[in-house]
């Protein structure tokens, strides 16, 4: 406490039944949310419940780059490579993105396959079911189609990493392994430093 202040007794107690709050409509809620779902499966049939397929892409900044998440769209680099023309792709439930650019060889191969097993996973309807196109499917296609109801199209498969155990040998006990450690990281600094004194003394030389 500083100076002579009053004691803080503070009486949070008082009419506390006014400040309870209840929520009886919790089971009603949950059959209205169970509705709405099958309600919005019914309106979308036969396209999927989650929407587009959207890219697996990294987070921004050094915090988040590491972390995979879902992207706004793929982009003509990846669908180029996948086969699936740009203005076909927003019609059988692609998310495009034109801004977005690859910057690793790894990050367009993982959108490419992921664009490739949708595409062969995809029944299209035909308008005409008479004379259906060649990338449509057929009518035994159309009988057997079902509708997905997951919650994301496509989940991220995240890689587990698995750890590597090797034998400590005579040589790693051998000395300090600290002290080789710092040893690396002074001739990694000093490499320019070093590089401009050997110039200047070849120089140096060479004058003589």
């Known amino acids: 406490m500083r100076g002579n202040d009053v004691l803080p007794n503070a009486h949070f107690h008082k009419k506390w039944q006014f400040h309870v709050k209840t929520w009886f409509n919790q089971p009603a809620r949950k059959i209205r949310r169970r509705s709405a779902r099958d309600d919005?499966?019914?309106?979308?049939?036969?396209?999927?419940?989650?929407?587009?397929l959207k890219p697996v892409v990294h987070g921004q900044t050094v915090k988040y780059n590491t972390k995979l998440r879902l992207?706004?769209?793929f982009?003509?680099?990846?669908?180029?490579?996948?086969?699936?023309p740009a203005k076909f792709a927003p019609t059988v439930g692609i998310a495009v993105d034109h801004r977005r650019k690859n910057r690793s060889l790894e990050g367009l191969q993982v959108n490419v396959q992921r664009l490739k097993a949708y595409r062969a996973s995809l029944v299209i309807f035909p308008r005409n079911a008479k004379k259906p196109k060649?990338?449509?499917?057929?009518?035994?296609?159309?009988s057997n189609a079902t509708q997905s109801k997951a919650a994301v199209l496509a989940p991220i498969?995240?890689?587990?990493?698995?750890?590597?155990?090797v034998k400590v040998t005579s040589d790693m006990k051998a000395g300090s392994q600290y002290g080789?450690?710092?040893q690396e990281r002074s001739n990694q600094r000093l490499?320019?430093?070093r590089a401009k004194k050997a110039a200047e003394a070849a120089a140096k030389k060479k004058d003589e």
Do not use: C, N, Q
């Open 40 to 52: 919005k499966a019914k309106s979308t049939f036969p396209r999927p419940v989650a929407g587009a």
């Open 71 to 73: 992207g706004r769209g």
């Open 75 to 84: 982009t003509l680099e990846e669908l180029k490579e996948a086969g699936i």
């Open 134 to 142: 060649a990338f449509e499917g057929s009518a035994a296609d159309v």
């Open 157 to 165: 498969s995240k890689p587990k990493h698995v750890m590597e155990f």
């Open 180 to 182: 080789k450690l710092r």
């Open 191 to 193: 490499i320019g430093v």
